[in-house]
């Protein structure tokens, strides 16, 4: 049982970069989180995803888009990286609710430079 | 403005001694709470969550933690600290009809021999 799971591990971008940050889960779990940490600070929700094709905007969430075409993926897009963007991503998920245990991925840490 | 703060940074203490990590929230009405534990370079993994009833909630690894309405305060607590407890902290919040979780800025422990 894998649970969340979170490619790459690491990244560096240049300014004005593209990518996409993978998040899946094999939990069957409903809803699924988008959170960065910044240094000294906690975790800040970028998006959420309460079940396939279903998504929302958090408290950070510009420069960033997402899409849940499956329960399983909930893969983060960058389009134009900025040095802002700079931080440790994680994704999470939880079955029915916000209220249930979340489940974090081992997190990606992305430079831009 | 609503919030959750913990309002020590970083606390080391003795392999074997108590401890308390401090969690105040600042909402109309009592959130659901939650403690998280960060080990380093890993994801989050819940420690314990309260939603009502016994204000005493008991969580993994031996810890604990304490809802106290008047002082808005979820502490967390073990009456004796390990090395592998070294790790940061994360106090969080789901506020009622709200979909994520919002943290508090965490706090480091340092385990000494």
């Known amino acids: 049982n894998a649970g969340v799971t979170q490619t790459p591990k690491f990244r560096i971008l240049k300014i004005g970069q593209s990518m996409t940050l993978q998040c899946a889960q094999d939990?069957?779990?409903?809803?699924m989180y988008w959170y960065r940490q910044d240094p000294g600070m906690g975790l800040k929700l970028i998006y959420y995803?309460?079940?396939?094709?279903?998504?929302d905007k958090g408290e950070v969430p510009n420069g960033y888009n997402v899409s849940r075409s499956t329960t399983e993926d909930f893969p983060l897009r960058l389009e134009l990286a900025a040095p802002s963007q700079t931080s440790v991503y994680f994704c999470?998920?939880?079955?029915?609710?916000?209220?249930?245990?979340?489940?974090f991925g081992p997190g990606t840490r992305l430079t831009v430079l | 403005a609503q919030s959750v703060t913990q309002p020590d940074i970083h606390i080391t203490v003795s392999e074997g001694a108590s401890l308390e990590l401090r969690c105040n929230y600042s909402?109309?009405?009592?959130?659901?709470l939650f403690w998280y534990v960060q080990s380093p370079g890993q994801g989050l993994q819940l420690l314990l969550k309260?939603?009502?009833?016994?204000?005493l909630v008991q969580g993994i690894k031996g810890f604990e933690a304490e809802f106290k309405r008047s002082q808005s305060s979820f502490n967390l607590r073990k009456p004796s600290v390990h090395w592998s407890d070294a790790a940061e902290y994360f106090c969080?919040?789901?506020?009622?009809?709200?979909?994520?979780?919002?943290f508090g800025t965490g706090t480091r422990l340092t385990v000494i021999p």
């Open positions: 939990m069957n779990h409903n809803y």
């Open positions: 309260y939603f009502s009833g016994d204000t």
């Open positions: 909402y109309g009405a009592t959130p659901y």
């Open positions: 995803s309460v079940g396939a094709g279903i998504t």
């Open positions: 969080a919040v789901v506020i009622t009809g709200a979909n994520n979780l919002f």
């Open positions: 999470a998920s939880s079955s029915r609710r916000s209220t249930d245990t979340q489940y």
